[in-house]
């Protein structure tokens, strides 16, 4: 595990990226968030974070946010989620975060909503695209993409921000900065066929989050590069 100063050093290492990166996209620092992915991060390692400037946590699993609640209810952050969310995990999650990232069907839309309905709440959410086109990845086709955000905007509890996605993982770096540009493409897409605006896109990690501010991502989630490896493999 490593030490505080390191996740503090680390932290400011990938904001420094993040900066560079805008610049060099002629974008604006402040256009780019950091959100940090602490799955598998105990409580207190996430607390260190925050504790440092961390101001957006983003976990996979409803498990892991219910386990930490204790310790992060109370810390100034925001909790997103980006796991793969199954419907019947939808009335925990909400207890939890303000922004569910990774809505890709319209089941788990339908039930936000019945839930928000009763709580009278709204949420903020993104959509998730597949944009690598692999089998393993959660999300929805880039093809039906558009016509899911239309139809999770017509959903009155939920605010749809923006798009979400893992691009590829690949070594070629021009294929997966071609996977970013994808999800912008349809973003601008569904701007003009929804009449949304659509202003966030959270796509890019620790290995590429260069390609992804280059492509236009307002969020980048970032875990392995502030907290070291993962000790088993990474959820989606
Ligand atoms: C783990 C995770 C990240 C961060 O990945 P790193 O490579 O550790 O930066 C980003 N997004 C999602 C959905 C994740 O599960």
Redesign the pocket.
């Known amino acids: 595990m490593l030490a505080e100063a390191d996740i503090r050093a680390n932290l400011a290492a990938v904001r420094a990226r993040v900066d560079d990166a805008c610049r060099a996209a002629g974008r604006r620092p402040d256009e780019v968030e950091v959100?940090l992915?602490t799955?598998t991060q105990p409580a207190a390692r996430v607390a260190v974070a925050v504790a440092a400037g961390a101001r957006l946590i983003?976990e996979?699993r409803v498990q892991e946010l219910a386990e930490k609640d204790a310790w992060l209810a109370s810390l100034p952050c925001e909790r997103h989620f980006?796991?793969h969310l199954q419907t019947n995990k939808v009335n925990q999650v909400l207890r939890y975060v303000s922004c569910v990232?990774?809505v890709d069907r319209p089941d788990v839309a339908d039930r936000l909503q019945r839930r928000l309905a009763v709580l009278d709440q709204v949420l903020d959410v993104l959509v998730q695209v597949n944009t690598s086109g692999e089998d393993s990845k959660f999300g929805v086709a880039p093809a039906d993409a558009v016509q899911l955000i239309g139809e999770v905007a017509k959903h009155d509890r939920l605010r749809v921000r923006g798009l979400?996605t893992?691009g590829l993982q690949s070594p070629d770096a021009a294929a997966v900065r071609a996977s970013y540009r994808a999800l912008r493409e349809i973003r601008d897409r569904a701007r003009d066929a929804v009449g949304l605006e659509l202003p966030t896109l959270s796509m890019g990690?620790?290995?590429d989050?260069e390609s992804a501010v280059a492509e236009g991502a307002t969020m980048v989630?970032?875990?392995?590069?502030?907290?070291g490896p993962?000790p088993r493999p990474?959820?989606?």
């Open positions: 959100l992915a799955k983003g996979n980006i796991g990232q990774s979400m893992v990690m620790s290995g989050l989630r970032v875990g392995s590069a502030v907290f993962r990474a959820g989606r």
